[in-house]
């Protein structure tokens, strides 16, 4: 892991009522036992703006990097919550002038003090710049939207709900509608999208453990559609090498001793679909990723009980990875990448991979083509 420095937020004005910090050390959003408990009179905004508000504070982290398009509707997706204690981190990860221009502007028309801003002037990667603002953020409870995805109203408080009643639970998670571009629903790729990812017949309730619901069937949405208990995260043990697949180790801090997840039985998040979204940009970066996860997690003792399946996500990722390896020239690298993938899960994708790294170079360019597409996994989402 490498090191890292704490931004300390300095306010300067973003406008009207909304503060705009200079990061260097977060210690100023560290929240006393007294702020988590305000009562309702303290709770309410200047002018009457958020009267009532009650319950524990949620904290909403909202993380952009020059991309502005969507993310007016995240935003009023977070402050439009049935659920009014809450509070907004916007993180911005060293966007372009211009862009960070559009983000406080954005910020300024949608008019709602608890909204603040947190510009880092050094690109801190995604999973720093998600992970510092949650690890510090105010809130007893903290939760990642990101900024091209859409909260139904009930959305954090019906989460909430689920999470005061089972103490003994980590987070709270529901399931989610798939949109297009344009914010219309997909229904027969929303539906499809939760049978992938084995939500299918879950009910309401409480799972524990979960590990396996988190790491194995992948049927955790970890960075829009959950809500996390905050001290309940080691947060010290983000590893930096977990970089874009740092929702599935945020899952996997959160249900690694054994702690319960409370599930809701609701498509309560709106997960647009689009070309600019990560997923979308860097398929082999993210199956490095996802690589060094499952490596760790086949590492840990605690995960025995699940480790064939853990296996059989080490061999996709490492086929994966050894596919753009061969495709790259790197024969001899992706020759041990398919030899690897086949010890700790054999599939047929990893005999074929390997098969294709014996052909001589002048015959492999159309079958490798030919073995990408049939063999890498169509886009899937959480």
Wanted: proline letters at 5%; glycine letters at 6%; a negative charge.
């Amino acid at each position: 892991m490498r090191e890292h420095h704490e931004p300390t937020l300095i306010a300067h004005e973003a406008g009207p009522g909304f503060p705009l910090f200079s990061p260097s050390d977060y210690s100023d959003m560290t929240p006393s036992r007294s702020e988590n408990d305000r009562s309702q009179s303290d709770l309410e905004a200047p002018g009457g703006r958020h009267q009532g508000r009650s319950g524990p504070l949620v904290s909403v982290v909202i993380p952009t990097y020059n991309r502005t398009t969507y993310l007016r509707a995240a935003l009023e997706s977070a402050v439009g919550q049935t659920y009014p204690n809450l509070d907004v981190i916007v993180t911005d990860n060293e966007s372009t002038p211009d862009a960070f221009a559009e983000v406080k502007a954005i910020v300024e028309d949608v008019g709602d003090s608890r909204i603040r801003i947190i510009r880092h002037e050094e690109n801190q990667g995604m999973l720093r710049n998600n992970v510092e603002a949650m690890r510090h953020a105010p809130g007893t409870y903290v939760a990642n939207l990101h900024d091209d995805d859409v909260w139904e109203p009930t959305f954090v408080e019906t989460l909430v709900a689920g999470l005061e009643a089972n103490p003994e639970t980590t987070m709270a998670f529901a399931d989610h509608y798939l949109i297009d571009d344009a914010g219309t629903i997909l229904p027969a790729e929303t539906q499809q999208n939760t049978k992938t990812w084995n939500r299918e017949g879950m009910t309401t309730g409480v799972y524990r453990p979960f590990y396996a619901l988190a790491l194995v069937e992948r049927s955790v949405p970890a960075v829009m559609g959950s809500i996390f208990r905050r001290e309940a995260i080691p947060w010290d043990d983000f590893h930096d090498e977990a970089k874009l697949a740092y929702d599935l180790w945020l899952a996997y801090l959160a249900s690694r001793d054994g702690q319960g997840a409370y599930y809701v039985d609701e498509r309560l998040t709106q997960y647009r679909t689009h070309q600019q979204s990560v997923t979308a940009q860097q398929s082999y970066t993210l199956s490095t990723d996802l690589l060094y996860c499952y490596r760790h997690f086949l590492q840990d003792e605690r995960l025995a009980s699940i480790r064939p399946g853990l296996s059989r996500w080490f061999t996709h990722y490492q086929v994966n990875v050894a596919l753009h390896l061969l495709d790259t020239g790197r024969r001899k690298e992706a020759r041990a990448g398919f030899w690897e993938a086949g010890r700790a899960a054999w599939s047929g994708r990893a005999a074929a991979g390997l098969a294709l790294s014996y052909m001589p170079g002048n015959y492999l360019r159309r079958p490798l083509q030919r073995a990408k597409q049939l063999l890498s996994p169509k886009k899937q989402h959480v």
